[in-house]
C-alpha cells in the first residue's frame, strides 16, 4: 500500500521561505507524476503544483508561480515544494499525492502557518 509522508511545514513570517518534502513509500515514485495540494481554513483542498516524471515539466497557477518550486528525487523517491516569498494566504496544510487519475490514500499532510 502506498504511503505518503509530508514533512517541513511550520510557522514563518511573512515573506520567508520553507521546503516541505513528501517521501513515497510502497511505490516507484519514478513512475508517476506528482502534485502538492494544499486546503487552507475553511477551503477546500486545490492542487497547486504539478511535475512529470523525469521533472521535465511543471507547473503552478498564477496564485503561486514565481514562488514555489516543485522537485523530485527519483532515487530518494522524495518529492520536494521550495516556498519563497511566503504570505498569509499561504497558511494551509499542504499534502502531496500522484498526478496520476486515481489519488493514492492522502497522508497526514504538513502545516504551514505564514503570519507576523
Known amino acids: 500500500q502506498v504511503q505518503l509522508v509530508e514533512s517541513g511545514g511550520g510557522l514563518v513570517q511573512p515573506g520567508g521561505s520553507l521546503r516541505l518534502s513528501c517521501v513515497a513509500s510502497?511505490?516507484?515514485?519514478?513512475?508517476?507524476?506528482m502534485d502538492w495540494y494544499r486546503q487552507g481554513p475553511g477551503k477546500e483542498r486545490e492542487l497547486f503544483a504539478h511535475i512529470t516524471t523525469t521533472a521535465g515539466d511543471t507547473y503552478y497557477p498564477d496564485s503561486v508561480k514565481g514562488r514555489f518550486t516543485i522537485s523530485r528525487d527519483n532515487a530518494k523517491n522524495t518529492v520536494y515544494l521550495q516556498m519563497n516569498s511566503l504570505k498569509p494566504e499561504d497558511t494551509a496544510v499542504y499534502y502531496c499525492?500522484?498526478?496520476?487519475?486515481?489519488?493514492?490514500?492522502w497522508g497526514q499532510g504538513t502545516q504551514v502557518t505564514v503570519s507576523s
Open positions: 499525492n500522484t498526478g496520476s487519475a486515481i489519488l493514492w490514500p
Open positions: 510502497g511505490v516507484t515514485l519514478s513512475r508517476h507524476v
